[in-house]
């Protein structure tokens, strides 16, 4: 047969995938023999959810708090998609490689501004630095549009995230390079090994157009395309996954209420967990809500940037409002800023506390808190 | 093998092979749910490839059995198993969705290395139209080797 060679190169090439998909399939322990479980207390903050994961079992000798069989291979090593670990950055000004509609996630502290696009980290996943002197890992999960920015010192010793090639929840699941423990992106938790249900601690970001953020912030620097890796950078290789309303792979919780891939805002406190679409804190500029005891404040002057805030101070509860392009309290008539300090007024000088919180699909959120309330 | 079976069974045949390099670089899925995500995905790509792929050797096995010796056979051989290659590489681009870290992933992070940032951009955002390119190409080949096909039998029946 004239096609017997094509046909038989590609059953070779098959061949070959197929001991490479056995391979990986081989490296995640299957769930056989349960050890032990341990009821471990982890952090006292955490939810209900969180709280279900800390009862830590051990299986075939590795610590875990989710089914290790939950745990899939994505099929490439850890650190097939390599993480950056010496990142460069230039200055706003020459930062001609970013277009003012690219997506970027920003992070202050201790007075240092960065950005970090979005068409980079799609190809990387995850940024090791430092900013304001804080070690932190700026992490992006594209399939779940889950951004997240964590400190990385645990148990007083810094170390590094990779990523480990694997999934749970069709989310990333990142390494630590220290201890080789696995951890969630979408919850910030040790899932298996020696760390297993340590929690990182998270630090509050930004997802903002370059154009905005550049012009809040003008003496940023952002990540440059010298990563140390060549990289389509531009190309996006989701392609129009972001806007297509269909799933194509299958999630444990499905949730109706919103469109899969409706990008919320997610909030915890204790047992309860909140979703905001993003749509919406967008067109109202200024939300006061409650989650349980907390009170918040969610603040949106631009497409896409949104901020939330503890709003007690000084043991009152403000309520704001957006007028004439401010925002202003109406118990003292102050007016804050995006920074969440009061400028003039009465208050001014008073400054409220930033919130944390997960932005991403609706799909994901509801994978990991099926007993989420939607704003 | 009676040249529609031998067209039918290449045709078949190039969709399991396809279907197989889904789940081996999926891993992520059950093989029964890469199939599906595949199948909603690249459809068109999927059985456009088993028909072009299985009328080609419809055509082929046909004229051999009138005794024609197809002087573009070769070159329609080459062109179309490539073309089969690139069709099908291509549409995998649309792979990459169905997990993060995922073996498509990797593929196209070691494309710049091969083909250069330039190329691996261009092949990247025009995946989808390239492959149906690529899919034209393969009912290209079939058509003119069906043409061909005609002239010798005609050519035959002067002789």
């Known amino acids: 047969m004239n096609y017997q060679y094509p046909i038989l190169g590609v059953i070779g090439v098959v061949t070959v995938l197929v001991i490479m998909y056995a391979a990986t399939v081989m490296t995640v322990p299957h769930q056989t023999a349960i050890d032990s479980i341990e009821n471990t207390s982890v952090e006292s903050s955490m939810t209900s959810q969180e709280q279900s994961l800390s009862q830590i079992q051990i299986t075939n000798g590795i610590k875990h708090i989710v089914p290790l069989d939950k745990i899939k291979s994505g099929g490439p090593p850890k650190d097939g998609i390599p993480s950056i670990d010496k990142p460069n950055f230039v200055t706003a000004s020459d930062a001609n490689f970013v277009s003012d509609n690219d997506l970027v996630i920003g992070l202050i502290i201790n007075g240092e501004t960065k950005a970090y696009p979005l068409f980079i980290l799609v190809w990387h996943e995850i940024v090791n630095d430092i900013v304001g002197d804080v070690p932190v890992a700026v992490t992006y999960c594209p399939l779940c549009f889950t951004n997240q920015v964590f400190e990385r010192t645990i ?147 631009y497409p896409e940037m949104t901020r939330a805030f503890n709003r007690v101070v000084d043991d009152i509860i403000l309520e704001f409002q957006y007028i004439d392009g401010k925002i202003i309290d109406t118990q003292t008539n102050s007016q804050w800023n995006l920074e969440g300090e009061a400028i003039e007024g009465q208050l001014i000088g008073k400054k409220l506390e930033r919130e944390v919180f997960n932005p991403g699909f609706w799909f994901e959120w509801i994978a990991f808190h099926p007993d989420s309330l939607v704003y | 093998m009676k040249p529609l079976l031998k067209g039918i069974l290449v045709g078949v045949i190039t969709v399991i092979v396809y279907l197989g390099v889904v789940v081996a670089t999926t891993p992520a899925l059950a093989p029964i749910d890469a199939i599906s995500a595949a199948l909603q995905l690249n459809s068109i790509i999927i059985v456009g490839m088993g028909t072009g792929i299985g009328l080609q050797m419809y055509l082929s096995s046909y004229a051999k059995s009138f005794g024609c010796r197809l002087k573009i056979k070769r070159k329609t051989f080459g062109g179309n198993s490539g073309s089969t290659a690139f069709t099908s590489f291509l ?69």
């Not at chain 1, 630590?176 to 297993?196: F, K, P, Y």
């Not at chain 1, 972001?242 to 805002?265: A, G, S």
């Not at chain 2, 992070?109 to 393969?138: H, R």
């Open chain 2, 91 to 159: 549409s995998f681009f649309s792979l990459v969705p169905l997990g993060c870290c995922g073996w498509w992933l990797y593929a196209l992070s070691l494309l710049p290395s091969i083909f250069g940032t330039g190329i691996s951009a261009v092949l990247i955002e025009y995946s989808q139209p390239l492959s149906y390119l690529g899919l034209v190409v393969i009912f290209g080949f079939a058509g003119l080797t069906a043409y061909k096909l005609r002239q010798e039998k005609r050519l035959l029946k002067i002789q």
């Open chain 1, 155 to 301: 148990n007083e010793q810094v170390t590094e995230f990779g990523t480990s090639g694997k999934l749970y929840n069709s989310n990333l699941v990142m390494y630590d390079r220290n201890t080789n423990s696995q951890w969630s992106q979408a919850i910030g938790i040790a899932i298996t090994g020696e760390l297993t249900g340590q929690k990182l601690k998270r630090v509050p970001f930004d997802v903002a157009k370059w154009s905005d953020w550049k012009t809040l912030y003008p003496e940023t620097l952002v990540l440059t395309t010298k990563t140390g890796h060549i990289r389509a950078y531009g190309s996006d290789p989701y392609g129009d996954y972001y806007t297509d309303p269909q799933i194509i792979f299958p999630v444990e919780n499905k949730d109706d209420r919103l469109h899969p891939k409706e990008i919320i805002l997610g909030f915890d406190n204790g047992n309860i967990h909140k979703a905001y679409k993003l749509a919406d804190v967008e067109e109202k500029k200024v939300i006061n809500d409650k989650i349980g005891d907390k009170n918040l404040l969610l603040v949106s002057l």
